[in-house]
DNA sequence: CTTTTATTGTACTAATTGTATCATTGTAAC
DNA sequence: GTTACAATGATACAATTAGTACAATAAAAG
């Protein structure tokens, strides 16, 4: 949960674009645990000196991660690992991440003193009035 | 009417500045009886400590309180909760507040890939374990 | 009571971060 | 060779946070 080393390699014969090579491994080092939900990736700019590259380089990188919803990058701030993202991780692993989000969500809302009721019910409106609006989006 | 212990969480992933975050928390302790009128909070530099933020963050996050009427901000004094709002108020935000934070809730969920179903199943689990939970601690 | 000191929020500026836009470069197709 | 396009670089910008000096109030010292 701190700030990563985040060695990467970037290979001149690959024939991949220096943004490609850095969403693989980011993606990679984090399908291998060597990067977890909440680490901070380093900035645009350290990054991009590290690889000597330009740092519009990686913000192009960080944006892709960020389109498919794997970083959180937020201006000023710098950048984030969000979730496991869902793709073919296991059964279990799924599990594991909606109840972590789950209880989050409910600890913070008891922390905030709301009551049991309260919150199954706002979680059941909430996914109601969902459901209907993708209905209409789709008419 | 003292002064207020007020732990706040930060969250990185959330993808909101670091002053939102502490606004919002204070309005959600505010609403659910957790901060009450008159309460002196933290000074912007007890809390940037307690938090490990800069105190101007802090100085943000009330300034936009004190704009709001939450709170009153007074150089030299410090901060304190500004009296009753009107109930109505008090009842739409408290409703707003559990509103929020439950819709980033099950948009994180949903964005994980997780179906409607998965995600009422697992709030129903877990409010059900922790109320045994809770259960359990007072044998 | 007056003066001094400490504490508190404020104002302004600087530094750090990602973003947006356009220019340049290189490569492939024609 | 020219054109088209993708990749990268340069520059300016916006948002957030940090640093510094200051003003108002309270508390302490005398």
Known sequence: MEEAKLTLLLDDRSGLPIYTQIVNQIQSQ????????????PTVRAMAQEL???????????????????????QGRGTFITEIPPPEVSVRLRYESLSALTQRFINEAF??????????????????SMKEAIITDSE
């Open 111 to 128: 922390r905030l003193g709301f009551s049991e009721r309260e919150v199954s019910q706002m979680v059941r409106d909430n996914l109601k």
């Open 52 to 74: 000597r590259v330009n740092f519009n380089t990686v913000a192009r990188a960080y944006r892709i991660l960020d389109e498919e919803r794997i970083i959180s990058t937020q």
């Open 30 to 41: 984090l399908v291998n645990g060597i990067l977890k939900p909440g680490d901070q990736l």
